[in-house]
């Protein structure tokens, strides 16, 4: 059996397998609702999955006419998607234990991927859902209008919404298994921008926060509408961790490496070139 859990641990599961597929994912919605730069989903039969505990924490956005996306309510982790009519059971990858058994097979929506931040891998890509899923454009979130001179981000709902002037002081992808938890995604990448440099467009009180216990500034703050990872505020430091999945404009940055590269999943494999890192850089 495979396990899986949330970041708080208040929603795990556990499924049997096989696994039949696996994509990375660079839609809009993925974007937003993981946080992340690309989702990375796995499929199996649903008669092999099982919730072990936290089902009633499970909370659900409708996205679109036919799409609904689930996720933690105290901690935002995003939570699989059963598909009892086609049999299945779709999990975010991020957020399973152990050797999976199977490597990502694909790209969909590469087309939408954002272009600021390259595919570099030689797997297939495929511009919307892929063949075997019917083809098909799918559903992609509306843009918001765009501010010339400023980096604007929104939730998934669109609830949550803010812009920061000028450009971050660094962006890293982070492989740790607390990022790959928050974000349900193979790692995070993350800007990070002074406190004032922040303004809330709309949707602050609809921000919900989570602090990981037993560390010192780690947690997720999200929308309590459509679960979201939004930009958190650190006031022990004066900065702000921004998930860069939920950019609508570029950060103007490009990430400078890969943090905790021995910590990454076994199933991803880096190949942009960037320098790597068992924990944090001299300069993070």
């Known amino acids: 059996m495979t396990t899986g859990s949330c970041l708080c641990g208040a929603v795990r599961y556990e499924v049997a397998g096989p696994f039949d597929m696996m994509a990375h994912c660079h839609c809009s919605m993925c974007r937003k609702h993981h946080g992340a730069m690309f989702a990375t989903w796995v499929t199996a039969p649903a008669a092999g999955f099982r919730w072990i505990s936290g089902q009633d924490n499970v909370a659900s956005y409708q996205s679109s006419e036919h799409g609904h996306r689930y996720f933690c ?17 779709i999990l975010p990858a991020g957020n399973l234990e152990g050797d999976l058994g199977i ?6 929506f590469a087309d939408s991927h954002a272009p600021w931040y390259p595919i570099t891998d030689a797997l297939p890509r495929h511009p919307a859902y892929p ?25 998934l709902c669109g609830a949550v919404a803010w812009e920061f002037e000028g450009a971050p002081e660094r962006v890293q992808n982070c492989h740790c298994s607390r990022c ?22 709309r949707g602050k009180d609809d921000v919900r ?34 998930p860069c999945g ?39």
Request: net charge positive; aromatic share 10%.
């Open 180 to 201: 790959r938890r928050a974000r349900s995604a193979a790692h995070a990448t993350n800007a990070f921008y002074k406190a004032e440099q922040i303004s809330w467009v």
């Open 246 to 284: 939920s950019l609508d404009t570029s950060p103007n940055l490009r990430p400078l490496g890969h943090i905790f590269a021995t910590s990454k999943a076994g199933w991803f494999e880096i190949t942009d070139g960037l320098p790597q890192w068992e924990g944090y850089p001299a300069r993070a």
């Open 131 to 155: 063949p075997q899923f019917g083809g098909g454009a799918g559903v992609e979130r509306k843009s918001p209008a765009l501010r010339l001179g400023t980096t604007q981000g929104s939730c």
């Open 209 to 242: 926060s989570y602090s990981l216990k037993g560390t010192k500034y780690f947690g997720q703050d999200f929308c309590r509408h459509c679960g979201s990872p939004v930009p958190r505020v650190v006031a022990a430091t004066g900065r702000i961790v921004v």
């Open 103 to 108: 490597r990502p097979q694909m790209h969909m």
């Open 73 to 89: 309510r105290t901690c935002g982790s995003v939570t699989p998607t059963l598909m009892k009519e086609m049999g299945i059971v």
